[in-house]
């Protein structure tokens, strides 16, 4: 079954520490993976996506095979990255159904 | 930057009765969705269309609910009769299927049924 597991309902840190979100999919094919962020009363935004193995806003994150997880890292929290994440995968054959995982609240305190 | 737009920001209803959410998808994209929030929950999967017709539907999905592409632009999402637990947060979004191609949403239309 195709599932992704967002372990911390909620995450706190002080601001200038690191964060790690985690995020553990389950997919028997080959799995495409995302994160989203939601500001308060906001839209889904896209955060990052494995493929580009980009740096959005500081944040990062790295597909493991191996361990199934698609973390998000950033070394040192802002205030303004308190928000909602939500780890997504996409099943890339059928019927591009996209899974969110149930997503972390980071908030970041000064 | 194209956006995926949604109308209205915010519906009131009555139990039983029935309410159509519009969308209007990124003009380029194929693949179009509803999802649904309950304050405070997570984003679920109601339905994906394509190709003029349901490609895929969750549990949630019903029948109460159907969606229809009346033309080239608006995508909606009707519930025939409103209950309660309706009441949600509901995002349209769209894709043009690819690899490595996200999802965009649109801002949200909030449901409130009385």
């Known amino acids: 079954a195709q599932r992704v597991t967002q372990p911390e309902k909620l995450l706190s840190v002080f601001k200038g520490a690191p964060v790690e979100l985690k995020c553990n999919y389950s997919?028997?094919?080959?799995?495409?993976l995302f994160w989203y962020v939601q500001y308060s009363r906001q839209r889904l935004q896209l955060l990052l996506r494995?493929?580009s193995r980009e740096s959005i806003k500081g944040f990062t994150a790295d597909l493991n095979k191996g361990e199934t997880s698609f973390h998000l890292k950033k070394p040192f929290a802002q205030e303004e990255d308190s928000a909602m994440y939500y780890c997504?995968?996409?099943?890339?054959?059928?019927?591009?159904?996209?899974?969110f995982g149930t997503g972390t609240r980071l908030k970041v305190l000064a | 930057e194209p956006e995926v737009t949604q109308t209205p920001s915010h519906q009131v209803t009555q139990m039983g009765q029935e309410v159509i959410l519009r969308c209007v998808p990124i003009?380029?994209?194929?693949?179009f969705y509803w999802y649904r929030q309950i304050l405070g929950q997570k984003v679920e999967f109601l339905v994906s269309?394509?190709?003029?017709?349901?490609?895929?539907k969750s549990e949630i999905f019903d029948d109460q609910f159907s969606v229809e592409r009346p033309d080239g632009s608006n995508f909606t999402l009707k519930i025939r009769s409103t209950k309660l637990e309706d009441s949600a947060m509901y995002f349209c979004?769209?894709?043009?299927?690819?690899?490595?191609?996200?999802?965009?949403f649109g801002p949200g239309t909030r449901l409130t049924v009385l």
């Open positions: 979004a769209s894709t043009l299927p690819g690899r490595g191609l996200p999802i965009f």
């Open positions: 269309f394509y190709n003029n017709e349901i490609s895929e």
């Open positions: 494995h493929i």
């Open positions: 997504a995968l996409v099943a890339t054959s059928g019927t591009y159904k996209y899974i």
């Open positions: 003009s380029n994209h194929l693949y």
């Open positions: 997919y028997s094919g080959s799995p495409e």
